[in-house]
Nanobody, 112 residues
Framework: VQVVGSGGGLVQPGGSLRLSCAAS????????MSWYRQAPGKERELVAT????????NYADSVKGRFTMFRDSAKNTVDLQMNSLKPEDTAVYYC??????WGQGTQVTVSS
């Protein structure tokens, strides 16, 4: 059972990135899936969550209107589309499966 996050990188302010979380050993459609992030010197915070039935999403106030979380059941992935990125979005982003499994984290750096 594994979750593997990918897609991070360096982007200029106002740019976009798409993170992907690939799951193995379980179906992403059967658990609540989330993205968290942790900036240097700060606590890990919840960024976005997608539910099971209907795929309802919830977002932190700081990313509402800019980030969108998707689930692709065929690929068994959950993605986070991040637009209009700001320097304060710089962090390590982690995928989390609701039964208690963390991905390894992927670095997102927003800087000019």
């Amino acid at each position: 059972v594994q979750v593997v996050g990918s897609g991070g990188g360096l982007v200029q302010p106002g740019g976009s990135l798409r993170l992907s979380c690939a799951a193995s050993g379980f179906a992403v459609s059967t658990y609540v899936m989330s993205w968290y992030r942790q900036a240097p010197g700060k606590e890990r915070e919840l960024v976005a969550t997608i539910g099971i039935l209907g795929g309802r999403t919830n977002y932190a106030d700081s990313v509402k209107g800019r980030f969108t979380m998707f689930r692709d059941s065929a690929k068994n992935t959950v993605d986070l589309q991040m637009n209009s990125l700001k320097p304060e979005d710089t962090a390590v982003y982690y995928c989390y499966a609701g039964f208690g499994r963390w991905g390894q984290g992927t670095q997102v750096t927003v800087s000019s």
